[in-house]
């Protein structure tokens, strides 16, 4: 069954240290997303991305963090100047497009990145 | 303001038990209702799904119920096993690829032997 990958699966890093976290989406899917799930809390939206841009973001997605799609397999986010509050749990997700109109199938997400700021 | 309500916050159940979660979202805009299920150091996948045209949708031993007037939805899980023990997240969304999806707090379930 294809699978969103996800690397690296934990990353430890001092706090204003710029970190990047990489994902391999789906290969046929022409969404993608980053959510977050600090511990015990629930997932929360950052992101999504088609077609090479943004096409919508949360209030969380502020000027410390972007997207991209450096090449045809890679989907990255980066977190510039890290705060102990950026802490959590990511998750990237992809999502294909049938016929113009949402498949139905949801989200598949990748296993996540644990991101610890110290 | 929290989009999507779940309740309960935890559940455990004895095997061969009925476990019954429940949702609450605020946008009437919303027309697509996800339920994820997440293992520990896993990622949320996708667990079955519903849209507000039915009021019901059964996948082997998982169910969805939908009350679109009382913008309500819940999961069951027919005889539950000990293998479901997992976090449940409902989720809601407008459907169109590439909004976001706005997800409950998660419901802790355990099921015991």
């Known amino acids: 069954e294809p699978e969103v990958t996800q690397t690296p699966s934990h990353q430890v890093t001092q706090m204003g240290q710029e970190v990047i976290l990489r994902c391999v989406p789906i290969s046929n899917h022409l969404y993608f997303y980053w959510y977050r799930q600090i511990l015990g809390q629930k997932v929360e939206f950052l992101v999504s991305f088609y077609n090479n841009e943004i096409s919508e973001k949360s209030e969380i997605f502020d000027d410390q963090f972007s997207v991209e799609r450096p090449d045809g397999s890679n989907f990255t986010l980066k977190i510039r100047s890290t705060k102990l509050e950026d802490s959590a749990m990511y998750f990237c997700?992809?999502?294909?497009?049938?016929?113009?109109?949402?498949?139905?199938?949801?989200?598949?997400f990748g296993s996540g990145t644990r991101l610890t700021v110290v | 303001q929290q989009q999507v309500k779940q309740s309960p916050q935890s559940l455990i159940v004895q095997k061969g038990g009925i476990s019954i979660i429940n949702c609450a979202y605020e946008?009437?805009?919303?027309?697509?209702f996800p339920w994820y299920q997440q293992f520990p150091g896993k990622g949320p996948a996708l667990l079955i799904a519903?849209?507000?045209?039915?009021s019901e949708k059964k996948e082997g031993r998982f169910t969805i119920s939908f009350n679109k007037s009382a913008k309500q939805f819940s999961l069951h899980i027919m005889d539950s096993q000990p293998g479901d023990s997992a976090t449940y997240f409902c989720?809601?969304?407008?459907?169109?690829?590439?909004?976001?999806?706005?997800f409950g707090t998660g419901t802790s379930l355990t099921v015991i032997p």
């Open positions: 989720a809601a969304g407008p459907g169109d690829t590439g909004n976001q999806f706005y």
């Open positions: 997700a992809s999502s294909e497009e049938l016929d113009g109109t949402v498949v139905g199938y949801g989200y598949t």
């Open positions: 519903i849209r507000p045209d039915v």
């Open positions: 946008n009437t805009a919303f027309d697509y």
